[in-house]
């Protein structure tokens, strides 16, 4: 609403208000008044028939209907025990049934007192009435008259100051109007003004020549300046706390004291698992673990927590929490998964190194000190050197397999892709391992299918993808057995496939084989002389391609690696 509005109607309502009470005031106490007149009279008019009532009834009820047609009063005739001997409505007796009027409030007033007086509606007339009893002899005389004379006084009464009130309403809205229109017209300009500031652009503020308001333009014009210097502080502050937020690793939550979130950084939101514009839940409701609810409940609750780690959606999260002096709180989310991960593959990778070249050196050592302590005849000593010679041997290829999957993980190696011919790749890795394949009875077969007898990639990275399948399968093949390499076009790729008949991987293995240093059979693949790198060391070669690894397996019915490269097409079209 406007000023002038205000105005106006404030007026109006300090005028209707008093009309109001005017008007409420004539009708309590002009009917009071009126009532209590007419209470008086009714009382004169009662003791005057009382003095001239006949004692018989049937002329006293002859005597009382003549009486009330002549005043227009209603006369009723009451017996001690509340029978209506006489009612002015009938000409003669005998009456009709009437309830008895024992407990009416004028019958008991004037049998405590001398006169009783009561109003309101009667059940037998159907009007509203004011009744006056006193004792009579051996009952009571009670006389009635109608209140709508009363009414049809206070209503006159009424009309009379409503229409007084409605002159003065229009002369009050009329100087209302005037007032406020010669204050309304500079604040209307004032209020340009600051709609002007909250746009950004300089205002115009008025003159009025009126003190009060010429104080508050100049106080606005102070106020105008005061905040351009401190909102211009403010953005370049603001700026710079959201995009050091923004660029935090750590995730940042913050919100008000009713958990409303009012910032969450972007990578507090994609810990979360929310998108860069997805709705935020309160801050109660927007972890699930019980962990981090507690700590939110704790901070919340003014209790700042520094460091707790939790886990959310499978995830290590050291979270902290303190409030904040206004209320709410701000949450700092530190990931710290990979960390952990590393922690425990450098853990893992320092003890089964430690345990993978303990035994070879212990088993040199032994025989080395065996040698210098005594002369064993020549055959013996030749086993001790060649026991030597061959735990060196699975030393070096340890250290060998290590530092080619150093290589390849820290990303020194990148594979250089050229076209690999794999029905001569396979042929040439192969004969590797022919001698110790015949000596074992294991046979081997190649299958070339169609478009898929070349592959861009690095050609040394497929030789040793494929030396380390042939190697680990001819490892668990028994003699008899066979070793199938299969090259196919698949999902506009290349898919190597080593495949063997040995004894097969339980399936509870098959999801940890291409983990570094794990076995199935840890005591037959020590024996066989690997060093249970090799899976590992094919599967980070597949994919520093762009591919990736998988393995198929039944118990007693082999094995079979599938390496998938990608890039055939791309191959084809250049050859």
């Not at 115009?204 to 308001?213: A, E, L, N, Q, V």
């Not at 995009?243 to 940042?252: F, I, S």
């Amino acid at each position: 609403m406007t000023f002038t509005g205000r105005v106006i109607a404030g007026s109006l309502l300090v005028l209707v208000t008093s009309v109001v009470v005017l008007l409420w005031t004539a009708d309590v106490a002009l009917r009071r008044d009126l009532e209590d007149e007419v209470a008086v009279t009714l009382r004169r008019e009662a003791l005057v028939v009382r003095e001239g009532l006949p004692a018989d009834p049937a002329e006293a009820q002859r005597w009382i209907y003549r009486i009330g047609n002549e005043t227009g009063y209603r006369i009723t005739l009451i017996g001690r025990d509340g029978t209506v001997t006489g009612e002015s409505d009938y000409a003669a007796l005998p009456l009709p049934a009437i309830e008895n009027h024992a407990s009416r409030p004028e019958v008991r007033a004037a049998l405590a007192d001398s006169f009783g007086v009561s109003k309101r509606r009667s059940a037998t007339v159907g009007r509203e009435l004011i009744y006056v009893a006193i004792p009579s002899g051996a009952g009571f005389v009670r006389v009635a008259a109608n209140l709508d004379q009363v009414d049809g006084v206070v209503h006159r009464a009424q009309v009379a100051v409503g229409l007084a009130a409605l002159v003065a309403l229009l002369i009050g809205t009329i100087v209302a109007w005037i007032a406020a229109g010669s204050v309304t017209r500079p604040l209307m300009a004032i209020t340009e003004a600051a709609r002007t500031i909250a746009a950004g652009q300089p205002p115009r503020f008025p003159h009025s020549g009126i003190r009060d308001i010429d104080t508050l333009v100049q106080a606005l014009r102070q106020m105008h300046h005061e905040l351009a210097i401190r909102f211009e502080t403010l953005r370049n502050e603001q700026a710079e706390s959201a995009a050091l937020v923004a660029a935090m690793v750590e995730g940042v939550v913050a919100a008000d004291a009713r958990g409303r979130i009012l910032t969450a950084n972007p990578a507090a939101r994609q810990l979360l698992g929310y998108g860069p514009d997805a709705a935020l839940p309160e801050l109660q409701q927007l972890f699930r673990g019980r962990d981090a609810r507690q700590i939110v409940r704790l901070v919340s609750e003014g209790t700042a927590v520094d460091g707790e780690e939790v886990a959310i959606d499978g995830r290590k999260v050291v979270l902290s929490g303190h409030p904040l002096p206004t209320g709410g709180a701000i949450l700092v989310l530190h990931d710290q998964t990979e960390v952990r991960r590393l922690e425990a593959v450098r853990r893992d990778f320092v003890a089964n190194v430690s345990h993978e070249l303990k035994t070879p050196l212990t088993s040199i050592s032994g025989y080395a000190e065996t040698l210098l302590g005594e002369r064993p005849d020549e055959t013996t000593e030749r086993q001790f050197l060649e026991t030597i010679l061959a735990n060196a041997h699975r030393m070096q290829r340890l250290v060998d397999d290590l530092l080619d999957l150093s290589r390849i993980e820290s990303g020194r190696w990148q594979p250089e892709r050229v076209a690999v011919d794999l029905a001569s790749a396979s042929a040439e890795v192969w004969a590797e391992f022919a001698e110790r394949g015949t000596a074992r009875g294991v046979s081997w077969e190649t299958e070339i299918g169609e478009g898929a007898s070349v592959l861009p990639a690095d050609p040394e990275g497929v030789r040793l993808v494929l030396r380390n399948l042939i190697d680990n399968a001819l490892r668990y093949t028994p003699a008899g057995g066979r070793i199938t390499f299969r090259a196919v076009r698949e999902e506009e790729g290349v898919a190597l496939q080593v495949e063997d008949t040995g004894a097969g991987i339980p399936t509870e293995h098959l999801s940890r084989v291409f983990e570094r240093f794990y076995r199935v059979d840890p005591s037959r693949s020590r024996a066989e002389g690997g060093t249970g790198l090799g899976l590992a060391i094919v599967r980070h070669t597949v994919e520093a391609h762009g591919g990736r690894v998988s393995v198929e397996s039944q118990l007693g019915a082999g094995t079979r690696v599938h390496c998938w490269f990608p890039g055939a097409e791309t191959l084809v079209t250049e050859l």
